[in-house]
């Protein structure tokens, strides 16, 4: 099974940075793309960046031109840089990889970020 390990949630204040790390059991180059994603309690998941194995990347209104998504393939990670934190950037975030059908599949345990106002 696909293992992903998100790190580098934490507490910061509004206009704060945080980076956040996504570590796969196997080389990342094995799907077409790679996201994060987050939920706020009582909120339903939705998508915040994806980059595809081209390095081609969307993101979500709400972040764009603050966060940026990167990949380091010979490390197997994929990054989430977050800039200018707001506190409705406040959930849990989650790294995942797609199945074979490009319908995201594997989810790691997630790390919290909390941006206090």
């Known amino acids: 099974q696909v293992q992903l390990v998100e790190s580098g949630g934490g507490l910061v204040q509004a206009g704060g940075s945080l980076r956040l790390s996504c570590a796969a059991s196997?080389?990342?180059?094995?799907?077409?793309?790679m996201g994060w994603y987050r939920q706020a309690p009582g909120k339903e998941r939705e998508l915040v960046a994806r980059?595809?194995?081209?390095?081609?990347?969307k993101f979500a209104d709400s972040v764009k031109g603050r966060f940026t998504i990167s990949r380091d393939n010979a490390k197997n990670t994929v990054y989430l840089q977050m800039n200018n934190l707001k506190p409705e950037d406040t959930a849990v975030y989650y790294c995942?990889?797609?199945?074979?059908?490009?319908?995201?599949?594997?989810w790691g345990q997630g790390t919290q970020v909390t941006v206090s106002s």
């Open positions: 995942n990889a797609p199945d074979i059908f490009s319908a995201p599949r594997y």
């Open positions: 196997l080389s990342i180059i094995s799907f077409t793309f």
């Open positions: 980059i595809t194995s081209s390095g081609s990347t």
